[in-house]
């Protein structure tokens, strides 16, 4: 379960958006790149299907799925 992906959502400045999936190593990454006012403006970020080259300074919010999948009611 420790590298099970994780669904996150990528709000961008101007309103666009990415949905990706994530295992739980790239998306501390991220959080902690997102942190640092010293890290780099381009975090690369290694998803489910392939690599995203992210700017940090046009990200405005990361949001992270925290419940388990469901199918049916």
């Keep these: ?3 099970r992906a994780i669904r996150v959502d990528i709000g961008f400045q ?3 958006s ?3 999936r ?5 998306l501390k990454a991220l959080t902690a790149a997102l942190a640092d006012e010293g890290s780099a403006r381009w975090h690369e970020l290694k998803t489910e299907d392939s ?3 992210l700017d940090l300074s046009q990200i405005v919010y990361v ?3 925290t419940e388990e999948h469901r199918v049916g009611f």
């Design 63 to 65: 949001r992270v799925e």
């Design 14 to 16: 101007g309103g666009q």
């Design 22 to 26: 994530v295992a739980q190593e790239p």
């Design 1 to 3: 379960m420790a590298d």
């Design 18 to 20: 990415l949905a990706v």
């Design 51 to 53: 690599d995203v080259s």
